[in-house]
């Protein structure tokens, strides 16, 4: 090999190389985060690991998760004796640093010409993205999705220029689809890019017939079984986020223009879209840019999330950095001299990587606090488990072995104290999941359904200060209705704890008191006033 060419390819690898340390390092600054809606999905792997079914109370088929096969690939490795979070998060760090590689290969083999600059580009983006590192740790399936989505769009547009090729992208996107409910999407896409194909070919290929038969072979088993053992056609959770009608629609455009802004901006996402509507554009920029439409139009409809960093957007991050770094290297070319390529592109991904440092630094400095300046951006830890985990200690320790606990926050709390839970929020409840947005911006709940339950605890999210300042509500519109009901205000009363500050406890019941605590101490022990 030519020597130049040994240069460049040492300083590609190093670059790559550089770009595996940031993200390993960046994903160490956030494995503490582990975010309280992957203790649902523990629940659920948990309990078909007893073989009680994917229930996430025994005995009731609700699906209260989207992640299917990241939930029976924790049950496995549970089943094994691993520790279903510590699993969760190597398996997402692990598939986060696929993802990266995945991006660097898009990149080149997009661009036309096998652009190293292009690849390289792409890598130190995502690399250095917060939002990227930290849900490739945080407990969930945002990378391990990410990483089926990338691998079978990569993988189908090889089988469109190489028919002979098995379709693996087939199985690549069913299991996709089976990871997260958003998976169709690619399916969708990648069907109707088919179509166009073989109407433009005037016959249909054997390669579409054998992709369509290996999605339909693998995927309809799946989507019946789920239609037997659950009853709807959806996830429960889907049910329990949408139908809020126009304030649907309007959270989603918030959260992608809060994404975008916070994602290199609106220059670079507009960026990505250029490549498409070139006369030259080839056939993989136009899928890639395609499928990027179809996420982003997807998120407006959905509507916003309350987890923080977008981890809806996260999945489709590669893609964006891919298509935008092609188009951005492409662009300097044209406007800088051959000869100051290498010292202009230097200078630009040094300032990148510098930025995205930087910015890492603060916001892990300032996710520990409240600082209204950066509150969209930063990691939010009263989402974390680490929030509710002290608690869902307490609970277990005062309450009685057969208590109930109707909820909020679906997550550590039901998962540590192993009670049965009614999801105040409808996760997890088919009943409230089902009903008509009735709060102001169109939010579901029925507090005399929770109540006629007779739980044992109710988690609210009004403190003794706010209830006294007469805020209650403020939090989440469900617990006005709640303190507006009779027997809420006749069979219930706040625990005198500030661990437990917003829970009530039904009248009736007697709690244990603490261990090792004086029964004269009432910080501690106790008391229902």
Not at 66 to 72: D, M, P, R, S, Y
Not at 196 to 219: D, E, Q, T
Not at 264 to 290: C, D, E, I, M, N
Not at 507 to 512: H, I, N
Request: with cysteine; net charge positive.
């Amino acid at each position: 090999m030519h020597p130049s060419k040994l240069a460049v390819n040492s300083r590609t690898r190093l670059g790559f190389l550089v770009a595996i340390v940031l993200l390993v390092s960046f994903q160490a600054a956030y494995w503490s985060y582990t975010v309280d809606d992957a203790y649902i999905s523990y629940r659920y792997a948990e309990n078909f690991a007893k073989g009680l079914g994917l229930v996430f109370n025994p005995g009731e088929r609700v699906e209260g998760y989207t992640n299917f096969l990241w939930t029976v690939l924790l049950a496995g490795v549970n089943k094994l004796g691993a520790d279903t979070a510590l699993a969760s998060k190597l398996i997402g760090a692990i598939a986060g640093l696929v993802v990266l590689f995945l991006t660097a290969r898009t990149a080149r083999l997009f661009s036309g010409n096998g652009d190293r600059a292009a690849a390289i580009t792409a890598v130190f983006l995502l690399a250095a993205t917060p939002s990227f590192a930290l849900w490739s740790v945080a407990g969930l399936e945002t990378s391990f999705f990410g990483l089926l989505l990338l691998g079978g769009a990569v993988r189908f547009l090889h089988e469109l220029e190489h028919p002979e090729k098995r379709p693996l992208s087939a199985v690549l996107m069913v299991m996709c689809a089976m990871t997260r409910p958003e998976g169709v999407l690619l399916i969708a896409l990648s069907s109707g890019f088919l179509a166009y194909r073989c109407w433009n070919a005037g016959r249909v290929s054997r390669m579409c017939i054998i992709w369509i038969l290996a999605v339909l072979g693998l995927g309809l088993p799946y989507f019946l079984w789920r239609l037997q053992y659950f009853g709807h056609v959806f996830p429960n959770t889907f049910y329990a986020k949408t139908g809020r009608g126009i304030y649907q629609i309007g959270g989603g455009v918030l959260y992608i223009a809060s994404a975008v802004k916070n994602h290199v901006g609106w220059a670079f996402l507009l960026l990505a879209f250029v490549p498409a509507f070139s006369a030259k554009a080839s056939l993989q920029t136009r899928y890639l840019t395609g499928l990027l439409a179809t996420w982003l139009a997807y998120n407006l409809y959905k509507g916003h999330d309350v987890l923080p960093l977008y981890r809806f957007i996260v999945p489709i991050l590669p893609v964006w950095f891919a298509l935008a770094s092609v188009a951005f290297t492409g662009l300097v070319r044209q406007i800088q001299p051959q000869r100051n390529n290498r010292v202009f592109m230097g200078g630009v991904l040094s300032a990148l990587v510098v930025g995205t440092i930087g910015m890492n630094a603060v916001l892990l400095t300032l996710s520990r606090s409240n600082h209204p300046r950066l509150k969209e951006y930063q990691v939010q830890l009263q989402l974390a488990g680490s929030y509710f985990m002290p608690m869902a200690e307490r609970l277990r320790a005062i309450g009685p072995p057969e208590s109930s606990i109707a909820v909020i926050d679906a997550g550590v709390i039901p998962y540590v104290t192993g009670w049965y839970t009614i999801d105040r929020w409808g996760l997890v409840d088919e009943h409230i999941a089902h009903m008509a947005g009735g709060g102001p911006l169109g939010e579901k709940f029925d507090e005399a359904y929770v109540l006629a339950k007779r739980p044992t605890f109710i988690q609210t999210h009004v403190t003794t200060s706010m209830e006294r300042a007469g805020r209650i509500g403020v939090g989440w519109a469900g617990d006005a209705e709640l303190f507006s009901q009779e027997a809420f205000r006749r069979d219930y009363v706040r625990i005198d704890d500030p661990v437990l500050d917003s829970f009530f406890v039904r009248k009736d019941v007697a709690l244990r008191p603490l261990s090792g605590r004086s029964d004269n101490d009432s910080s501690v022990h106790l008391i229902n006033k």
